[in-house]
């Protein structure tokens, strides 16, 4: 059974699989080779995903949802059409879809697959990638990271040469560096260090306040205070894709014109934007989140002991890289040519399909490839220090330190601070070796909590606090009183930004209504639409009699009675044929 590889972009996705112990890209049902991360659900519950909800976004921005993947792992909820989804529920969405294409592309059902995330993403981030997966109907074989999969992708093609790549993955939304070593097929990555908000999303959003703010000073009117609610927002759309367009025109040109016509009515006249950006100017607005790249580049070497001569390849990966001023930076840091021969857009995706044959056993172990991995960053939990003979809580205490080598269990021995104390409780901590406090923001879980410690003298009980790191980068935390043995195993269930049981199996069910509504919908909509438009050309009674049947129709769609809609459908169609 095919495991197929699916990079889950921020604001493009991929997918691909194994043929012949090569990975190759699948094209979605669009017949494209990526996938915009968009959703969209309009009123009547058509469900749209990739390049088209894209294109219709600036039209009905409030329908349409775009970089679902910055919020994953957090609590909020997005309002689409007037109802809440959880970010996991959305990416289900375009997963989905991606799952569709693929099965569409190579002819059978797709059950399985291996979805990347960025390095530098926290637990409940990864967690909730596996749920909307799970969402989806597919069964998470490996989270694996976005830069090791380019690694992989980079390392079947070139398997003859020990050395040290260093893969800067920028992307839409997240940036990654990863030092990874070559020798012998094995992929080893050193460190990755990054930064989860930082992307072409990022740059979109600079050159788009940067136009507003030039407006304004120039005409005096601020683009996002006229009109109304609606139109503020289907503006913003507008000025925000165009952005992306202009930015990625400066990528081959040095100028590159800002135009939206009718962008908005003010005091009765019409305006437009006509703005003529330089590179240089783009650059000016960028530079500053360009240039913070380098010191995730710069720690990440030196948690891989290594320096910039060491390194002999750096691999670009991420649409984000096509700006020159980043290849720039990179080529200048490095002092040599960079390596550009994957395709930025496709690496993750083909890696991803490397390690899903890898899992299945398609690719076996003398064409195959060992893959070894990292945590990139500290997990521990918090204690209580003695300080002047004060006890002080809040200090943080590692457990696994960051960029071990995954899978790693680690564990600590801790004592209990008052007499006849009873309980603990274990707070997990996402956080820096160098970190000396908690901090709230890096909380993943305070929800272990052991009891039944025998009453003894303050410091006589000993606890032995474990952690687990697997393979996907997930976390387990398992607490044991020593005198008696007592466990508490926490796999951190009902974790902030994280869904349960309960509520993966609702949202599943919910989804299959909301994906049975959409085709039944998308059946009919051409009747509908027929019908509409009848209604202004026919007289009163057989006006009434359409509005009745549509009324029906859309009954039976709302309530999903596929019988219901199948016979009104039927009944319509044979009023509009008797009518023409
Ligand atoms: P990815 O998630 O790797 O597909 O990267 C997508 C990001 O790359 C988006 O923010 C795109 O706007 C950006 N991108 C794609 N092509 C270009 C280009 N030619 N110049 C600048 N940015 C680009």
Redesign the pocket.
């Known amino acids: 059974m095919t495991i197929i590889g699916i990079d889950l972009?921020?604001?493009?996705s991929a997918i691909a699989y194994l043929k012949d112990g090569k990975p190759h890209i699948i094209e979605n049902k669009n017949g494209h080779r990526?996938t915009p991360s968009v959703f969209q659900i309009d009123r009547k519950g058509e469900i749209k995903v990739g390049p088209i909800a894209k294109k219709e976004y600036p039209s009905y921005p409030r329908e349409t949802v775009l970089e679902v993947k910055r919020l994953m792992g957090t609590e909020e909820k997005v309002t689409v059409t007037g109802k809440e989804y959880r970010p996991e529920e959305i990416s289900a969405h375009i997963l989905r879809y991606l799952k569709a294409s693929a099965e569409d592309f190579l002819g059978t059902e797709v059950h399985e697959a291996v979805i990347t995330v960025p390095a530098y993403f926290s637990d409940s981030q990864r967690k909730a990638t596996q749920k909307a997966g799970e969402l989806a109907g597919l069964k998470v074989e490996r989270i694996i990271n976005e830069p090791t999969a380019a690694a992989i992708a980079f390392g079947i093609e070139n398997m003859d040469k020990d050395q040290h790549i260093l893969v800067y993955d920028l992307?839409?939304g997240t940036f990654d560096v990863s030092v990874v070593e070559l020798f012998d097929g094995v992929v080893e990555v050193k460190a990755s260090a990054g930064d989860n908000n930082l992307?072409?999303?990022d740059f979109?959003n600079t050159l788009a306040d940067y136009v507003i703010n030039e407006f304004k000073k120039e005409k005096g009117i601020d683009l996002l205070s006229i009109g109304s609610e609606d139109e503020i927002l289907q503006r913003k759309a507008r000025i925000k894709e165009e952005a992306?367009n202009v930015?990625?025109t400066l990528?081959t040109q040095t100028t590159a014109s800002f135009t939206l016509q009718y962008i908005a009515i003010h005091n009765n006249m019409p305006l437009s934007l006509d703005l003529e950006i330089s590179r240089t100017q783009f650059e000016r607005l960028i530079r500053d989140k360009a240039e913070s790249t380098l010191e995730h580049v710069e720690k990440a070497l030196s948690d891989a002991s290594l320096a910039i001569a060491d390194i002999d390849e750096v691999l670009l990966v991420?649409?984000?890289t096509?700006?020159p001023l980043i290849q720039e930076l990179v080529e200048k840091k490095f002092s040599k040519p960079l390596r550009k021969d994957l395709n930025?857009?496709e690496a993750v995706a083909l890696g991803a399909a490397v390690q899903g044959g890898i899992k299945s056993g398609e690719l076996d172990s003398a064409q195959g490839l060992m893959v070894i991995d990292v945590c990139p960053y500290t997990l521990g939990t918090e204690v209580v220090k003695y300080i002047g003979g004060q006890p002080m809580p809040g200090y943080f205490d590692p457990i696994i330190p960051r960029n071990s080598t995954v899978p790693i269990t680690e564990s600590k021995i801790y004592s209990t601070i008052s007499d006849n104390q009873d309980s603990v409780s274990i707070p997990v901590y996402q956080g820096d070796d160098e970190d000396i406090y908690v901090k709230e923001e890096k909380l993943l879980s305070k929800d272990i909590i052991l009891d039944g410690i025998p009453a003894r003298p303050a410091g006589e009980e000993k606890i032995e606090v474990k952690f687990s790191y697997d393979i996907n980068g997930l976390l387990q935390v398992e607490a044991t009183v020593i005198s008696t043995g007592k466990k508490k195993t926490g796999v951190i269930r009902t974790q902030l930004g994280v869904m349960t049981d309960q509520e993966v199996a609702a949202s599943k069910e919910r989804m299959e209504q909301e994906w049975n509504q959409s085709e039944l919908y998308h059946e009919v909509k051409n009747v509908i639409n027929r019908a509409e438009k009848m209604i202004d050309e026919v007289d009163s009674s057989e006006r009434q009699k359409i509005e009745g049947l549509l009324a029906n129709l859309r009954n039976a769609l709302e309530k999903n009675d596929t019988v219901a809609v199948k016979k009104y459908e039927d009944e319509l169609t044979d009023l509009l044929i008797e009518l023409v």
Do not use: V
């Not at 972009?9 to 493009?12: A, E, K, L, P």
């Open positions: 972009g921020t604001t493009n990526t992307g839409g992307g072409g999303m979109d992306e930015k990625k990528s991420g649409g984000s096509r700006i930025p857009d």
